[in-house]
């Protein structure tokens, strides 16, 4: 095995590190759930659709994973408690989706790895 030019291997493992802390949060935390989860994190009160046109996903799978990352994924099954969503107070048929408490201090984790 070769090694890593030395800029490139630190880089690489502050990335390794960021993949190290989403799993820790959830095993099997899919990519899209994570991008959506930085979206958020940099865009508190972001709306659905536009977690949508700033992803590349479908609807489906944007409302899927804010979902799984909100307090219950079902009835029965709780989530990730990452974030939170809320009807719009000024257009009833969005929602405004922002980051928990946890999810906060995820991504203040996530953000001291960058540092």
Same mark, same amino acid.
Request: zero cysteines.
């Given at each position: 095995?070769?090694?890593?030019? %030395? ?5 690489? #493992? ?5 993949? #190290?802390? +989403? /799993?820790?949060? !959830?095993?099997?935390?899919?990519? &899209? %759930?994570? #991008? ?8 508190? $009160? @972001?709306?659905?659709?536009?977690? #949508?046109?700033?992803? $590349?996903? /479908?609807?489906?799978?944007?409302? /899927?994973?804010? %979902? @799984?990352?909100?307090?219950?994924? %079902?009835? &029965? &099954? ?7 969503? *809320?009807?719009?107070? !000024?257009?009833?048929?969005?929602? +405004? ?5 946890? $999810? &906060? *201090?995820?991504?203040? /984790?996530?953000? $001291?790895?960058?540092?």
């Amino acid at each position: 095995m070769t090694e890593a030019p %030395t800029y490139k291997k630190m880089s690489m #493992q502050r990335v390794f590190q960021l993949v #190290q802390a +989403l /799993r820790e949060v !959830h095993s099997d935390m899919q990519i &899209e %759930t994570a #991008q959506l989860f930085v979206l958020i994190a940099m865009n508190p $009160g @972001i709306t659905m659709r536009e977690l #949508q046109d700033l992803s $590349g996903q /479908r609807q489906a799978k944007v409302s /899927r994973n804010v %979902t @799984i990352m909100s307090e219950w994924k %079902t009835a &029965e &099954e709780p989530g990730l408690d990452l974030v939170m969503s *809320e009807i719009d107070p !000024h257009e009833r048929r969005r929602k +405004l989706v922002h980051l928990t408490s946890k $999810g &906060e *201090e995820l991504a203040e /984790r996530l953000a $001291g790895l960058m540092s």
